[in-house]
């Protein structure tokens, strides 16, 4: 293997990774650099990667814990750790990532990480962005900065109600926003590792910003995601067939443009739920 070469894809967030073959069997030390790479980059590419599934196992084995499989995605043939979603073609299924998010926040201890490795993706349409929340934060007037200190929000499952009543009715609802419904975290958060201050509100789960009223609340929320969502605080990438994406979902949001159907995509990902290199 040849030494890993490095390429910025934008000053926000963002880097290209390159002369790594992680069907290869990597050491430990490898995965060391990855892992060094991800936390600069907070999303990072590894392109011409035909990987095994044995292979996206144990690179997301490398950084932490995996998730349990899905309670409503598919699994791969054979591999339960990896989510299978399509799109598309015969599917007859359509994405609902097409919004701002970071992942299931709406629980009380979000995942680490997502790596996702594209199969089979259209031949126009279908990018993904990232947003870096910690450049977002640093953007803030001084002023915004301190009227956030100690504001709390409430997560809400939001559009999961949908995939629920369709899977199990009202009953399986039900017992999921008894289980896993809200949650409330902090409006501004400190990296476990890099020690970056980040933005913690998305538009996909975040409803209500606790000890203020509702409509003021709302005000400084809006305001928040309109900020959020600035191009100057994103990376967009146009999927390759084989390409392994990896983005540390504590410090980032994505949002998965639907613009490809009815043309046929298909991603593996696995969902890393802790970081076993962050300090306890």
Partial sequence: MSALTTRRLTPALGIEIRGIDLNDSPDESVFDELYRILMDGQ???????????????????????????????????????????????????????????????????????????????????????????????????????????????????????????????EALLNEKMASVGQAVHPVVRTHPVTGARYLYVNRGFTFHILDQSTSEGQRLLAYLLDHIEQPEFQVRHKWEPDTVAMWDNRITQHYAVNDYLPAYRRMHRITVVNDRRAPA
């Fill in 43 to 169: 999303v990072i590419f590894m392109p011409q990667q035909n990987l095994t599934p044995e292979a996206h196992v144990r690179l997301a084995r490398s950084f932490g814990e995996i998730s349990a499989p899905h309670h409503i995605y598919p699994h791969v043939d054979d591999a339960p750790e990896i989510v299978l979603l399509e799109n598309g073609g015969d599917t007859g299924a359509v994405p609902d990532t097409d919004v701002w998010h970071t992942d299931l926040t709406f629980t009380t201890d979000p995942p680490f990480a997502s790596i996702l490795h594209s199969r089979v993706v259209p031949e126009t349409g279908g990018d993904t962005l990232w947003a870096s929340m910690s450049a977002a934060y640093d953007a803030l007037p001084d002023d915004m900065k301190q009227l956030l200190e100690g504001i709390k929000a409430v997560h809400d499952m939001g559009s999961f109600r949908n995939q629920y009543i369709a899977e199990g009715g």
